[in-house]
């Protein structure tokens, strides 16, 4: 009787708790994922909360099993357990499994379930504002690491043919197609630049234009034609040098907050089953990338 007692206290104690979600990864002091989860939360009325937790390279088998004793109900992956997370989850999504990394745990009676978000967060953003027909479009990916691949998956996935990559190391851009039912070009950096006036899209996925390389040019645009498509994924800082030099050249542009937001909004999906705000969600970006 005492201990049914109890337990039922107890159940009611936790009833009452907020549901505990998390980011974690190896920094993630910087992260803006708990202030676009939280407020979304609070918009919606969820009774929930969002922490960046650091856990080790040495400690993640641990640190996740202490998760889900906390009772953590889903967390995001970043750098640099994105692909050892593949070993961790019960069950992984097949997109997931394609590109190898994931970026999204939920966890469901117990069980953790692997996503990855990265790849069509990058696509949804993408197709927010390009308005050209991503099936025809030759694309040009810049890099070959798991942004990279997240990215080319999702768009051979989703019937994009004309894919070349990139890199400072060719064989990691060859790398990249072995296993995808979708063949495409492996260049390097000086090879893509010589030939850029083919390319209608470009995607940035290296981190050259951030810190500590934020004057350098992951690629230089001098033979990009006029109308290309340029993207870089990333979004601190909001405007890198490459975009500054693609707009220079009447290019359209795209920084990395649509990619940054839609892969947070679909994790929020996959844990709540709600829409969280999306233009909420990246004015809180903005905003905290301009005060910068
Ligand atoms: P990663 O796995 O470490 O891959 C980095 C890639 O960049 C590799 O291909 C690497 O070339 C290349 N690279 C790195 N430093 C370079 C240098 N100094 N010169 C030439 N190439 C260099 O990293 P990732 O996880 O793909 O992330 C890449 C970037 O994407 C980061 O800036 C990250 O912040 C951004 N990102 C943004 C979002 C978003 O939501 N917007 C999401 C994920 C990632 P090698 O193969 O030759 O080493």
């Given at each position: 009787m005492l201990q049914k007692g109890w337990g039922s206290i107890f159940d009611h104690h936790l009833y009452n708790q907020p549901a505990l979600y998390a980011v974690i990864g190896d920094?993630?002091?910087?992260?803006?994922s708990p202030d676009i989860h939280n407020a979304s939360f609070k918009a919606l009325g969820i009774k929930a909360r969002y922490e960046s937790i650091r856990i080790s390279k040495e400690n993640l088998l641990e640190g996740v099993r202490t998760l889900t004793d906390k009772g953590f109900k889903g967390f995001n992956v970043t750098i640099p357990h994105k692909v050892e997370m593949v070993q961790i989850v019960d069950e992984i999504d097949p997109l997931a499994k394609k590109i190898g990394a994931i970026n999204t745990v939920g966890v469901e009676n117990g069980k953790l379930i692997g996503y990855n978000t990265d790849g069509p967060g990058f696509l949804k953003g993408l197709q927010q504002f390009y308005k050209q027909d991503l099936l025809k479009a030759n694309v040009l990916i810049i890099g070959a690491g798991g942004a990279a691949r997240a990215i080319v998956m999702t768009l051979v996935s989703n019937g994009v043919s004309r894919l070349t990559v990139a890199n400072r190391t060719i064989e990691k851009a060859s790398n990249?197609?072995?296993?995808?039912?979708q063949k495409g070009q492996a260049l390097t950096i000086n090879e893509a630049e010589a030939c850029l006036?083919?390319?209608?899209l470009i995607i940035n996925t290296t981190?050259?234009?951030?810190?500590?390389?934020?004057?350098?040019?992951?690629?230089?645009?001098?033979?990009?034609?006029?109308k290309t498509y340029v993207c870089d994924i990333i979004y601190n800082p909001l405007q890198t040098n490459l975009l500054t030099k693609a707009l220079e050249k009447g290019c359209h542009v795209q920084n990395g907050v649509p990619m940054f937001v839609y892969q947070a909004a679909m994790s929020f999906e996959y844990w709540t089953g709600r829409k969280p705000d999306l233009e909420k969600m990246t004015e809180i970006v903005n905003t905290r990338l301009l005060q910068k």
């Open positions: 920094p993630v002091v910087h992260s803006m990249l197609f072995v296993n995808c039912e006036e083919q390319f209608d981190p050259i234009g951030m810190e500590p390389n934020k004057d350098k040019m992951p690629i230089l645009l001098e033979n990009a034609k006029q």
